[in-house]
């Protein structure tokens, strides 16, 4: 089975500053897809950026980007100028590329508390 | 092109009773999964409905069971309902041939 861990419960950003928020997986996988969710006071579930396992060139989508390690697996998510409302739960998932067996299936982390600072 | 809907969007419930929670998948989406969310067990993967067959299901117990509609519209149902219940349910749904899964609002779950 597969595992998802993310080792910081709450980080703080000064705005317009530039946070990474970290996740480590465990797959015995190789084909995969690794997501990053924002999920602000609303609750509503929002994706900020999608890496698939097989590229090896690092996701980017405006001021967010990740840090990919297929080895290490390890995929961190930086953001880029900070703005008030990045504020929000961050979790990170993993998504199985057999569908067979796993269909849609999201693995998530336990997420992290961004909180963004005047 | 809406979003993905879930009714209700709150629910106030007594341990015992039964409850029937419905989402309605962005159009053209046949795929559904279901998630419950709370403070001590985090996210956690409900099932998964495709074309009326639930294709994936999670480690819940019998009580929790659902079914998925022609229209693709997708229903879950809660019978003899725990304290532990309490959380909010999220659906989400995907094309086929696209990687992103869309998220609804979520239903708030409350049992007393």
């Known amino acids: 089975a597969q595992t998802v861990t993310q080792s910081q419960p709450e980080m703080s950003v000064q705005e317009a500053e530039t946070v990474t928020l970290s996740c480590t997986y465990d797959t015995s996988e190789s084909d995969y897809y690794l997501f990053w969710y924002k999920q602000p006071p609303s609750r509503q579930m929002i994706l900020v950026i999608r890496q698939e396992a097989y590229k090896q060139q690092n996701a980017t989508e405006n001021r967010f980007s990740v840090n990919f390690q297929k080895a290490a697996k390890s995929f961190s998510l930086k953001i880029s100028d900070s703005q008030l409302g990045d504020a929000a739960m961050y979790f990170c998932a993993y998504r199985s590329r057999i569908r067979e067996t796993s269909g849609s299936r999201l693995t998530f982390g336990e997420g992290t508390q961004l909180t963004v600072n005047p | 092109k809406a979003g993905v809907t879930q009714t209700p969007r709150y629910l106030i419930k007594t341990r015992g009773q039964q409850v029937t929670l419905s989402c309605s998948p962005i159009?053209?989406?046949?795929?559904v999964s279901w998630y419950q969310q709370t403070p001590g067990q985090g996210l956690q993967f409900l099932f998964e409905y495709f074309s009326e067959t639930q294709r994936n299901k999670g480690n819940f117990p019998g009580r929790f069971s659902g079914r998925q509609f022609s229209n693709s519209r997708s229903e879950m149902n809660v019978s003899t309902l725990e304290l532990g219940d309490s959380a909010l349910y999220l659906c989400?749904?995907?094309?086929?041939?696209?990687?992103?899964?869309?998220f609804g609002p979520g239903t708030r779950l409350t049992v007393l």
């Open positions: 989400a749904s995907r094309a086929v041939v696209y990687n992103e899964q869309f």
């Open positions: 159009s053209g989406h046949r795929s």
